[in-house]
Nanobody, 115 residues
Framework: QVQPVESGGGLVQAGGSLRLSCTVS????????MGWYRQAPGRQRELVTL???????NYADSVKGRFTISRDNAKKTVYLQMNSLKPEDTAVYYC?????????WGQGTQVTVSS
């Protein structure tokens, strides 16, 4: 069973940093494409960043230069380092694992950035 579990959300002031983690149960983590999405109140869920099985990252324009995704295959964990946070980054952040064409979502973790 593939189950992503996020952690690391919280409340931070604008300009601050947070690091989110997502640990995925199940085997063969290294073959997963891993992504972070977010959903703010009243808005659709949007892609923030993803990282391929080969370690290649892609970022939404809104977070380029501020957020960094990384993965540790030995720990079956993907990280999202968020720097220079802005109030508009406030959202529930979700981890998604894509394995053999199937997508698995975590339960989400709240990130709140105060101005």
């Amino acid at each position: 069973q593939v189950q992503p579990v996020e952690s690391g959300g919280g409340l931070v002031q604008a300009g601050g940093s947070l690091r989110l983690s997502c640990t995925v149960s199940g085997s063969d983590f290294s073959s997963n494409v891993m992504g972070w999405y977010r959903q703010a109140p009243g808005r659709q869920r949007e892609l923030v960043t993803l990282i391929t099985s080969g370690g290649r990252p892609n970022y939404a324009d809104s977070v380029k230069g501020r957020f960094t995704i990384s993965r540790d295959n030995a720990k079956k964990t993907v990280y999202l380092q968020m720097n220079s946070l802005k109030p508009e980054d406030t959202a529930v952040y979700y981890c998604r694992a894509v394995k053999y064409g199937y997508a698995y979502w975590g339960q989400g973790t709240q990130v709140t950035v105060s101005s």
